[in-house]
């Protein structure tokens, strides 16, 4: 069983709030736009962490982290990248992947809009934890937790860092 914090699109911004609400997870997966060496480095530091770069991060950061990341996860299959889509609208960059070998939970962000969602088509568990940074046009900061144990997901928690990201 593993305990899993997610997060996306921190864009470089650090809240101390990411360490207290990650505390129970065994890992935590950043689905790119990280922004900064610094904010990988405290969230590593802190605890296991699988990361893929967005669209916004410098040469560092796509050194570090691989465009996608495939895994096992207990008994799932994962795969995560930045820019993902979502059910019924997935992007052309990894549509392709999807459908020829679906696993099954796929992690993105990018857009900056909270969404978990099962996807029958590809019988598949989709989450986009949101914004956890304060750029972007988002108007709340959210981070997602959950449990994989086996091939199951339970205790899927979505959390928000604030009433609104410029406060």
Known sequence: MKKIG???DTHSYWDEK???????????????????YEV?????????????????DGGDLRL???ERLRWKCEDVDVLMKHIGGYPGNYDPSVRSTLFAS???LFVCGHSHILKVQYDKTLNLLHINPGAAG??????????????VEGNKFTDCEVIALSDHPKK
């Open 102 to 104: 679906p696993p099954q």
């Open 134 to 147: 304060q750029q972007g046009w988002h108007q709340e900061r959210t981070l997602v937790r959950l449990t």
């Open 40 to 56: 990988a480095q405290k969230l590593a530091e802190f605890r296991t962490l699988r990361a893929v770069h967005g669209n916004c």
């Open 18 to 36: 990411y360490l207290k609400y990650f505390e129970p997870c065994d890992e935590i997966w950043h689905a790119g736009d990280i922004g900064s």
């Open 64 to 66: 570090l982290y691989p």
């Open 6 to 8: 997610i997060i996306s």
